[in-house]
Nanobody, 114 residues
């Protein structure tokens, strides 16, 4: 079955950086677009970034544009989210997702606080 495992979250000060990873298994990873979502307490899940199957198309939420970069390594079945210039509003649980499918990881907590 499809399994997505996120890692790399943690506590970081405002202005800091984190790199999230998502290990995918149980699917032919290189055939699927992938997404990063996030959900903060009391808020709806928000689409943060998307990347197509061959990594030549990316899109970002306005709130993270210019600060976050989504990437993938199809040889390793890995999805990444580089997050720079982090703000307290970026605090959330971050999830990876297979585009157009209801496959989700368990999430990784990102907390931005001084």
């Amino acid at each position: 079955q499809v399994q997505l495992v996120e890692s790399g979250g943690g506590l970081v000060q405002p202005g800091g950086s984190l790199r999230l990873s998502c290990a995918a298994s149980g699917l032919t990873f290189s055939l699927y677009g992938m997404n990063w979502y996030r959900q903060a307490p009391g808020r709806e899940r928000e689409l943060v970034a998307q990347i197509n199957s061959v990594a030549n198309s990316r899109s970002y939420a306005d709130s993270v544009k210019g600060r976050f970069t989504i990437s993938r390594d199809n040889a390793k079945n890995m999805l990444y989210l580089q997050m720079n210039s982090l703000k307290p509003d970026d605090t959330a649980v971050y999830y990876c997702n297979v585009d157009n499918y209801n496959y989700w990881g368990q999430g990784t907590q990102v907390t931005v606080s001084s």
